[in-house]
């Protein structure tokens, strides 16, 4: 599995948008980039997904750039229960293919 | 959407003594569940991969032995941590996703103690 490097932490105030980035430099033309985040002792929360096109939904934005090595998870109104640990994964299509988990991203979202 | 449910969402044993973890999927029918463990301040790590009908397969370093998985329909994987001992205590935290699917869902974890 490519394999994906992240900021260890990063901190926001309540309100303004939180920008994770993530690299994948490695990745291969078939496979996703995957954004899960891990509120403390909870499971896995699924985010976002995309391949090469920016992705939207009512939980972020994913902008992945053109030569697909990075890409940006955004929350665009960061609020207190968006504190957690934010992994980015890159993964082939199908219900079979495991997620490998790395290091993932500490978010803290202040007043 | 897919949901996953782990049963128990804890549990508290003896050392010496077996344990066993459920995860079902409700809402559809999953041939590949996927089983992690989670240590404090850590990041989740692959066990094993439970497929329906088959033997599952092992992470390098996975005792096979000790984390047996079986997956006999498809909305259920049991994990039963045999002879648990104290080091084996940790959150366990099942996934799947319906067949043909790109997202994976996760239980909600369940957390071991043995004492």
């Known amino acids: 599995d490519a394999k994906t ?14 920008n994770l980035p993530c690299n994948h430099s490695t990745i291969s033309g078939n496979e996703y980039v995957y954004w899960y985040r891990q509120i403390h002792s909870q499971g896995p929360q699924y985010i976002i997904h995309g391949l090469k096109n920016n992705e939207t939904n009512e939980m972020a934005s994913l902008i992945i750039t053109e030569d697909r090595k990075s890409s940006t998870l955004i929350l665009p109104h960061a609020t207190l229960r968006d504190t957690a640990v934010y992994y980015c994964i890159v993964r082939a299509p199908g219900g079979f293919q495991k997620l490998v988990f790395g290091t993932g991203t500490r978010l803290l979202v202040s007043p | 959407g897919a949901v996953v449910s782990q049963h128990p969402s804890w549990v508290i044993c003896k050392s010496g003594t077996s344990v ?86 996760f239980g909600a974890g369940s957390r071991l103690t043995v004492l």
């Not at chain 2, 973890?21 to 991969?49: G, H, N, V």
């Not at chain 2, 498809?74 to 045999?82: C, K, M, N």
């Open chain 1, 5 to 18: 490097t992240q900021p260890p932490s990063m901190d926001c105030a309540e309100g303004r948008a939180a």
């Open chain 2, 20 to 105: 066993k973890i459920e995860c079902r999927s409700l809402d559809f029918q999953a041939t590949t569940m996927f089983w992690y463990r989670q240590f404090p301040k850590q990041s989740l790590m692959l066990m094993a991969t439970s497929n329906e009908g088959s033997k599952a397969t092992y992470e390098q370093g996975v005792e096979k032995d000790k984390f047996l998985i079986n997956h006999a329909s498809l909305t259920l994987s049991t994990l039963t941590v045999t002879s648990a001992h104290p080091e084996d205590s940790s959150f366990y935290i099942c996934s799947a996703g319906p067949s043909g699917a790109n997202v994976l869902t």
